[in-house]
């Protein structure tokens, strides 16, 4: 049996849309073994109810894929699920699916297929790599495509703390890419290509102040907001509190700040949001320089 711990993500982190994702330390675990059935799927944890235990599971999609590659036949298998990663809430559950599902049948099989092959495979599963990038990779990873291939660099991972603020209400990235319009004004895109590289030299240099402006975004959030009461109150308020930078994390409806300290930014955003009669779990957490190839039975998190 293998095991793999597959970390939370959170991608665009503000302006780096479909470019920037960054693994965050709470996880997914994918455990992978013989069964004496031809498929057998244990699922527990959040959203248990509503993940399948037949062969249209996502996990086992990605299994699958591996075995395809190398020309073999997935046969009599266990998988046993325990998502930490909330669906539908913008913190990367498929791709914490997609990259489990490879990570464990590639250890599964004597690790034959390297990263980069797997990051591809990954890709062509998601549709984009800002997810599964840093999910595969760990840290924050910028990717994108360079003609048909998935180029990615590894930034360091900044030292601050990070709040995690989760309204207790699905938003699916497909509807919430439906509300983006299909051009933006010239001025706009300026201002987004400052504010990424902001973002960028940030994380690079460790001035963390500069977040304020790099987390800003003038192309997807401005669309995305109108689906999540109250965000830019919510934004103002926990800048006012001390966070460096705050964001939708994806597509949302996850909010997430970076701080020096996050208690406090995490009580003044709950107690915003609650104004706009939205609920909303917090999580203290920390950006993971560890993706999960690095995590493949670690021990000291989860059962792995």
Avoid: W
């Avoid at 980069?116 to 890709?123: P, V």
């Avoid at 601050?160 to 439906?178: G, H, N």
């Avoid at 003038?218 to 109250?230: A, E, F, N, T, V």
């Amino acid at each position: 049996m293998v095991c793999v711990l597959i970390p939370a993500t959170s991608a665009n982190l503000g302006p780096g849309f479909d470019a920037v994702g960054m693994a965050l330390s709470f996880y997914n675990e994918v455990s992978l073994g013989p069964s004496p059935k031809e498929l057998e799927i244990e699922v527990f944890g959040d959203g248990a109810e509503l993940i399948s235990r037949d062969k249209n599971n996502l996990v086992y999609v990605a299994i699958t894929k591996v075995f395809e590659k190398l020309g073999k036949t997935p046969r009599n298998l266990k998988l046993t699920l325990k998502n930490r990663v909330p669906l539908a809430r913008g913190l990367g559950s498929s791709a914490a699916a997609i990259v489990g599902g490879l990570v464990a049948a590639n250890a599964y099989l004597g690790n034959p297929l390297p990263s980069d092959e797997l990051l591809r495979l990954a890709t062509e599963l998601e549709g984009h790599p800002d997810n599964v990038a840093p999910a595969l990779l760990g840290g924050v990873v910028i990717s994108g495509f360079d003609r048909d291939k998935v180029k990615y660099l590894k930034l360091p991972v900044p030292e601050v703390e990070v709040v995690v603020a989760i309204p207790r209400f699905q938003l699916k990235t497909a509807d919430s890419r439906q509300i983006l319009p299909a051009e933006i004004p010239f001025s706009r895109a300026v201002l987004n290509v400052n504010r990424v590289s902001f973002l960028i030299a940030a994380f690079c240099l460790k001035k963390y102040e500069y977040l304020q402006i790099g987390m800003e975004d003038y192309l997807h959030q401005p669309y995305r907001s109108q689906l999540i009461p109250g965000f830019y109150q919510v934004v103002e308020e926990a800048k006012n509190a001390g966070a460096y930078g705050v964001a939708l994390s994806g597509s949302g409806p996850t909010v997430i700040a970076l701080a020096k300290e996050g208690e406090a930014v995490g009580r003044v955003i709950k107690e915003a949001f609650l104004k706009f009669n939205v609920e909303t779990e917090i999580i203290y957490t920390r950006p993971e320089n560890r993706g999960a190839i690095d995590l493949i039975n670690y021990k000291g998190e989860g059962d792995c």
